[in-house]
C-alpha cells in the first residue's frame, strides 16, 4: 500500500491544491435527514439573499492568485480545484455517509478506478479483483497494474473467496451488486478479512454503482472507499459521464486527488453543475424505478419454465441473492436480467419488439433500456441474456411492451 508521500501539495503548487473547500469540505447536511431531503439539499451554499440556490458553474482555468501566499487560496487552477466540483464533492460526501467523509469527482467511473488503483498501489502489492467485475476495473487492475508489478488476484463473486483472498492483499476491489451476474458479496465478512489478514495497511474498496449510496452505504458496512460511476443512477439522465471516490481516511483522498491533479483527470465544470442539478431528483426516480423493476421481475419470474429460463432481480424472494441483500442492502436496485436460453435469435427479435424500452448498454438512467449482453463478448453469460435496466415510464405501458414482444418472439 502507498505510503502517502505527498497528495495535494506535492506538485509543488499549492493553491487550490487541497485547500479547505477545494475538495470535498465537511458535508453541513445533518445525516440523520432522510434521503429524499439530503438529495435535495446536499452541497448547496448558506442562503444569502439574492443568491440562486445552485450557483451556475464556474468556467476557470486560471483564477486570479496574487502574492507568495498561494496555499491559502482556495482555487488557483482549475486542474487542481473548482468551485463547482466543490459543492457537488459535498453533497456526494453528505449521500455516502456524512460525517468525516470526504469525496472527490472524476470525469468518469473509470478514472475513478483509476484513481484508486494508480493512486493507492505500488510495485509488488497484490490486488483483489472480481473475475466478473465491471470489464474496465479488471482490465486495469491485471494489465496496467500488472505492468507495473502489482500482483492482481482474480477471483468469482463469492464472499467466501473473496474473503480467502484478501490474505496479504494491498487492496481489495469489490462490486456488488455484480452486472449482469446480479451476485451479492457480503461487504461486512470481506472488511473483517481484510483488516485481519491483509497486508499491513490493506483496504477496502467497494464499487457501489449499481446500488448507489440509496441502495447501500459501504462505508458504513467496513469499507475504506466507496467509488461510482455517476455515468449511471447518480446522474439518471443518460446524457454525462461522471465518477466518484469517497472515504473518511484523509491520506487516501490525499493520494487519489494527487493523482487526478497529476493526471489531469478532471471533470468540467458544467457536467458537474449538470450533475448537481440532477442528484435532487435521485431518490424520487429510485423509488420509481425500483418499485417497477420489482413488478417486472415478478412478471417475468412466472414465465419461468414457460418461456424463459432463468430471471434475477435481488429484490425476488426465490433469487439466490435475496436474503443477503435484503440484509445489507436498503434498496434492491433497478437492474434485472432474464435468460430466454441459448437462443441469440429470439433475444435479438424481443428486443426489436419492444416499442417502448430502447436497445442501449449502460444502467440507472430515467429512459429503460436493455441489451443483450452476450452481443459485447466481454461477460460469461447466456447468449439470451438480456440486461434490463428500469426507468420512469409508467410500470403498466413498460409491463405491456415487455408482454408484447415475449408473446411476439416465443
Ligand atoms: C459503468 C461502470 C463503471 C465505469 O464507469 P464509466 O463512467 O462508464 O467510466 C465502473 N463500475 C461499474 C460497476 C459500472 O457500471
Not at 468556467?59 to 487560496?73: N, Q, S, T, V
Not at 498501489?121 to 497494474?145: F, H, I, K, W
Not at 459485447?376 to 434490463?388: C, K, P, Q, T, Y
Request: with cysteine; aromatic share 4%.
Amino acid at each position: 500500500m502507498a505510503e502517502e508521500g505527498g497528495g495535494a501539495g506535492a506538485d509543488g503548487a499549492g493553491a487550490g491544491a487541497g485547500g479547505a473547500g477545494g475538495a470535498g469540505g465537511e458535508p453541513r447536511l445533518a445525516s440523520e435527514l432522510g434521503d429524499g431531503t439530503r438529495a435535495v439539499r446536499a452541497g448547496l451554499p448558506p442562503a444569502e439573499q439574492g443568491t440562486p440556490f445552485l450557483p451556475g458553474p464556474t468556467f476557470a482555468a486560471p483564477y486570479h492568485l496574487r502574492g507568495d501566499g498561494i496555499a491559502e487560496a482556495e482555487y488557483g487552477y482549475g486542474r487542481y480545484a473548482n468551485p463547482t466540483w466543490s459543492g457537488l464533492e459535498e453533497a456526494i460526501a453528505t449521500l455516502e455517509g456524512g460525517a468525516g467523509v470526504h469525496a472527490l469527482t472524476f470525469p468518469s467511473g473509470s478514472a475513478a478506478v483509476a484513481a484508486v488503483l494508480f493512486g493507492l498501489l505500488r510495485s509488488g502489492d497484490v490486488v483483489v479483483v472480481q473475475q466478473d467485475g465491471y470489464p474496465a476495473a479488471r482490465d486495469m487492475a491485471t494489465e496496467n497494474m500488472g505492468a507495473l508489478g502489482v500482483r492482481t488476484r482474480l477471483v468469482p463473486t463469492d464472499t467466501a473467496a473473496l474473503v480467502d483472498a484478501a490474505r496479504g492483499a494491498a487492496l481489495v476491489v469489490v462490486e456488488t451488486p455484480t452486472n449482469p451476474g446480479l451476485d451479492v458479496v457480503d461487504l461486512a465478512a470481506v472488511a473483517a478479512a481484510v483488516r485481519e489478514t491483509g497486508a499491513p495497511g490493506a483496504r477496502l474498496v467497494v464499487d457501489n454503482t449499481l446500488a448507489t449510496p440509496f441502495g447501500q452505504r459501504p462505508l458504513e458496512l467496513g469499507a475504506d472507499i466507496t467509488l461510482l460511476s455517476g455515468s449511471k443512477h447518480l446522474t439518471g439522465h443518460g446524457d454525462l459521464l461522471l465518477g466518484t471516490v469517497a472515504t473518511r481516511d484523509e491520506r487516501l483522498l490525499a493520494a487519489m486527488r494527487g493523482w487526478r491533479q497529476r493526471a489531469g483527470a478532471i471533470l468540467g465544470p458544467f457536467e458537474a453543475w449538470l450533475a448537481h442539478r440532477s442528484l435532487a431528483t435521485l431518490d424520487v426516480r429510485l423509488q420509481r424505478q425500483c418499485a417497477s423493476a420489482q413488478a417486472l421481475a415478478e412478471l417475468l419470474a412466472a414465465r419461468v419454465g414457460d418461456d424463459l429460463v432463468a430471471v434475477r432481480y435481488p429484490g425476488l424472494p426465490g433469487d439466490p441473492a435475496h436474503a443477503l441483500a435484503a440484509r445489507q442492502m436498503r434498496a434492491f436496485g433497478t437492474v434485472l436480467t432474464f435468460d430466454v436460453g441459448d437462443d441469440a435469435d429470439r433475444a435479438r427479435a424481443l428486443l426489436a419488439h419492444c416499442e417502448l424500452i430502447s436497445e442501449a448498454t449502460s444502467f440507472g438512467s430515467v429512459h429503460t433500456m436493455a441489451e443483450r449482453r452476450a452481443r459485447w463478448g466481454m461477460d460469461a453469460v447466456s447468449e439470451g441474456l438480456i440486461r434490463l435496466s428500469v426507468g420512469i415510464e409508467d410500470a403498466v405501458d413498460l409491463a405491456r411492451d415487455l408482454t408484447r414482444a415475449l408473446d411476439a418472439t416465443r
